[in-house]
């Protein structure tokens, strides 16, 4: 069985420019999860998906960060315009689950640097 | 929201020694995780352990829901154990999806 993809793995980017992360969750997991992990500590939740719709956003800077989960499938977050404490990983994971049950599977994440 | 407390924040082993990392979390939990995250930074599911105990070769688990604690046991430990250890309480009712700020685990030669 496959696992969590996400691109790219790496990604260098000057403040105030753009930048967006895909993800492609294990097939048939119906909820999506976006991370973003600074270093030295746990992973912060910014937006989980059930299926297309949007669960919980409450930790996402909507002023820049942006998500969506098109046909329920794969993903992509964007950050628009960033700033120099958005260096971090963004991990995405998916669960077979409902809600508030199941496993979470963790793709690889991608590293974002901003100069 | 809930919160979740991880320790010791460091832990220093010489390999073959036994091990023991803490997570308490502040309210009632469903469900709970134990995460492995390695050097490369990859996290990988340990246990997906809401009550009682688990085992897999040298780890294990035990979560006692009423007193809002788990335990994660390392025996034997070996090098590649080295890296950082997440206890993790996915989205309730109550609250988002919270992982603690782990335990980071050197295991010497």
């Known amino acids: 069985e496959a696992g969590v993809a996400q691109s790219p793995r790496y990604k260098i980017i000057e403040k105030r420019q753009s930048v967006a992360f895909w993800c492609n969750p294990i097939?048939?997991?119906?909820?999506l999860y976006w991370y973003q992990q600074i270093l030295g500590q746990g992973p912060k939740l910014l937006i989980q998906f059930q299926n297309n719709g949007v669960v919980d956003d409450s930790q996402l800077p909507k002023d820049r960060f942006s998500a969506e989960r098109l046909k329920g499938v794969d993903s992509t977050l964007k950050i628009q315009p960033a700033k120099l404490e958005d260096s971090a990983v963004y991990l995405c994971?998916?669960?077979?689950?409902?809600?508030?049950?199941?496993?979470?599977?963790f793709g690889p994440g991608t590293r974002l640097t901003v100069l | 929201g809930i919160q979740v407390e991880q320790s010791p924040p460091d832990l220093i082993l010489q390999e073959g020694a036994n091990s023991t990392l803490r997570c308490n979390f502040s309210?009632?939990?469903?469900?709970l995780q134990w995460f492995h995250q390695n050097p490369w930074g990859q996290l990988i599911n340990l246990f997906y352990?809401?009550?009682g105990t688990k085992q897999n070769g040298r780890l294990s688990a035990t979560t006692v829901a009423t007193e809002r604690y788990s335990l994660l046991y390392i025996s034997s430990s070996q090098t590649t154990d080295s890296g950082v250890y997440f206890c993790a309480v996915p989205k309730t009712n109550a609250g988002k999806s919270t992982f603690g700020d782990g335990t980071t685990l050197t295991v010497k030669p």
């Open positions: 352990i809401p009550s």
């Open positions: 097939s048939g997991h119906a909820t």
């Open positions: 309210d009632s939990v469903n469900n």
């Open positions: 994971a998916s669960s077979l689950g409902l809600v508030s049950a199941g496993t979470q599977y």
